[in-house]
């Protein structure tokens, strides 16, 4: 992240956006293991690599909303 300050309906703006975005990666990750029983171990290997590819992309969107939580002072 940039040293200078952003402005503040800039970052809300943004960070709506990767609220919408984790939860949308959320719903498909849950939607792939419920298609497998609830549990990722019994997904075969090409949906196995979806998976954790997703989780990935969603734990970064969640590391950038955290940045942004910080830079505007929210609490949870």
Do not use: C, T, W
């Amino acid at each position: 992240m940039s040293e200078e300050k952003r402005e503040p309906l800039v970052l809300v703006q943004q960070y709506q956006e990767l609220v919408l975005a984790y939860e949308a990666l959320d719903k498909e990750i849950d939607s792939l293991i419920m298609a497998h029983g609830g549990n990722s171990e019994k997904m075969p290997p090409e949906d196995f690599d979806r998976y954790r590819h997703l989780a990935r992309k969603r734990d970064d969107i969640k590391g950038e909303m955290h940045e942004l939580e910080m830079e505007l002072n929210i609490d949870e």
